[in-house]
């Protein structure tokens, strides 16, 4: 069974209220976030318009600019590992929401591309394992602070929805493994694979509908019906 992302125009920028909470998770780290997003060439003026959608090429630009001023080799898996996971959409409320965990990874597959039109979601269901397959590329080449802070954000996302119960198998990134990957085991704790086509979360098939502990049929309807107005 495949649940995939509807087809839709692709435009490849995202919600400016994912770059305020960065802009604000950056200034705590001690960076310089003025010239980060001057040298990223965005404007500063549009986090305030939650509205607004930032071009994805000067989002990995901004990644890039932040993991070079920290000095930290694996800064977007570091910050993932202690930022609070927020919702930031009516696309996110839908997942929160959600009864069980193949719900939620449904949820993710149909209303991601609200928070940015740039994520593509596939979710591969097997009789022992589920793959969700995350393209966070946007056609451009992949910046790996961005790449492991969104994996790590949606695992945390996952985890804290299911109360901590359901154990990662593994998960898969579409970028060489780096020279020391400590960071990456402490946090993850599951098989890691480097170097693949695509970046993956795999949780086994079993766990497909262990309940959610925020699930609520009346707010997950009424969210709903919030993002599809938004996706049309």
């Known amino acids: 069974m495949e649940i995939d992302?509807?087809?839709?125009?692709?435009?490849?920028?995202?919600?400016?209220i994912i770059t305020r909470f960065l802009y604000r998770m950056y200034s705590l780290e001690g960076l310089d976030v003025d010239y980060i997003f001057e040298h990223a060439g965005i404007d500063i003026e549009q986090l305030n318009d939650s509205t607004a959608r930032i071009p994805h090429k000067n989002l990995?630009?901004?990644?890039?600019?932040?993991?070079?001023l920290s000095g930290d080799p694996?800064?977007?898996?570091?910050?993932a590992a202690k930022v609070p996971i927020v919702p930031f959409t009516a696309g996110d409320y839908v997942s929160m929401t959600s009864k069980n965990l193949r719900e939620i990874l449904y949820s993710f597959s149909q209303y991601?591309?609200?928070?940015?039109?740039?994520?593509k979601i596939k979710v591969q269901i097997n009789t022992d394992f589920t793959y969700i397959l995350v393209d966070l590329s946007g056609g451009e080449k992949p910046n790996r602070h961005h790449t492991d802070f969104w994996l790590l954000y949606i695992v945390r996302y996952i985890k804290g929805l299911l109360g901590l119960t359901v154990p990662l198998a593994s998960i898969g990134f579409n970028h060489?493994?780096?020279?020391?990957?400590?960071?990456?085991?402490?946090?993850?704790?599951?098989?890691?694979?480097?170097?693949?086509?695509?970046?993956?979360?795999?949780?086994e098939s079993k766990y497909l509908d262990t309940a959610s502990i925020c699930g609520d049929i009346s707010m997950h309807r009424f969210h709903e019906a919030l993002a599809i107005k938004e996706l049309h």
């Open 5 to 16: 992302s509807q087809e839709s125009s692709f435009k490849p920028r995202s919600t400016a």
């Open 74 to 79: 694996c800064f977007g898996l570091n910050l």
């Open 112 to 119: 991601l591309k609200i928070d940015s039109d740039v994520v």
């Open 60 to 68: 990995l630009k901004m990644w890039e600019l932040a993991g070079d």
């Open 176 to 203: 060489e493994q780096p020279k020391n990957i400590s960071a990456y085991q402490g946090v993850f704790n599951a098989d890691l694979k480097f170097n693949n086509k695509d970046n993956f979360i795999c949780y």
